[in-house]
């Protein structure tokens, strides 16, 4: 089922005011005046990207304001995937995986009901003149990079169980919730959608996941999302020593940068 959308302009600082954050009071107010963008909605499912989002010269791509999405990379019977959420600045017009030397497909999903402004060339020429809103842009994009590197080492780590407990833990960095029972990842992936995070097949990792649960570190909710307890192993060699002898969980994890209060 396609991702619908409905469409209207906003003001990007209004609902992401990150950008603002290093702006004085007056250029605050002329940003939030000025900034404009159309807000695109879409529902949960597939999300076929139209190529008008994207139509001119100067157009800084889309920016996700809230909701999740997936993307995936479709290299014949591999599929690789990513996680996009609020920050990440995306340019789905770019795809050229057709033209590849070996071709592959880019397939989108809507996770959660998302939200994002298209930062067409009118919001280019405005929120030019503020050097420190265009860096809040720009680290978006930074952090979607630096991000990918991140899911292709652990993708290289020898144990499933090791990748995905590191994984869980990278993605309770950026989106976890602290609670009295441990740090909540409120996402609710798949076990094939975590598979294609962290390079291995369903099967895999459902015998993975069940040994972490058994061991007291990872469990799921009821709701679909993830629970992490005890605390985040301070090197890969102390991960392995504890995955290989742990059978209880732990006590409350420090917060970690990133975490949120719950």
């Not at 157009?59 to 690789?80: K, S, W």
């Not at 809507?110 to 265009?134: N, Q, S």
């Not at 996941?209 to 307890?229: F, N, Q, V, Y």
Request: net charge positive; charged share 25%.
């Amino acid at each position: 089922m396609e991702a619908a959308a409905t469409a209207r302009k906003i003001r990007v600082i209004d609902v992401f005011p990150e950008m603002a954050e290093r702006l004085d009071a007056e250029q605050q107010r002329l940003a939030r005046h000025h900034a404009l963008a159309t807000l695109e909605v879409l529902r949960p499912g597939l999300w076929q990207p139209r190529r008008e989002l994207q139509p001119q010269p100067g157009h800084l791509g889309l920016l996700v304001l809230e909701g999740l999405l997936t993307r995936d990379v479709v290299l014949g019977e591999t599929v690789a995937t990513e996680l996009v959420g609020r920050g990440d600045v995306l340019r789905p017009a770019d795809h050229d995986g057709q033209d590849a030397p070996v071709p592959f497909d880019v397939v989108w999903r809507v996770l959660e009901p998302t939200r994002i402004a298209v930062l067409d060339r009118g919001f280019a020429r405005v929120i030019g003149h503020w050097p420190e809103a265009m860096e809040v842009l720009m680290a978006g994009a930074v952090r979607r990079a630096q991000a990918l590197a991140i899911v292709l080492a652990v993708s290289h780590l020898r144990r499933v169980d090791v990748r995905l407990l590191v994984m869980m833990w990278y993605l309770a960095d950026r989106w976890g919730k602290v609670t009295p029972d441990g740090v909540r990842v409120p996402l609710r992936l798949t076990h094939q959608t975590l598979g294609r995070l962290v390079g291995a097949q369903r099967p895999s990792v459902t015998t993975a996941l069940k040994a972490l649960a058994d061991e007291g570190r990872l469990t799921r909710s009821p709701d679909g999302t993830w629970m992490l307890h005890g605390e985040p192993p301070e090197t890969l060699e102390r991960l392995r020593e504890e995955t290989a002898t742990s059978r209880g969980a732990v006590g409350l994890p420090p917060r970690r940068a990133g975490t949120q209060p719950g």
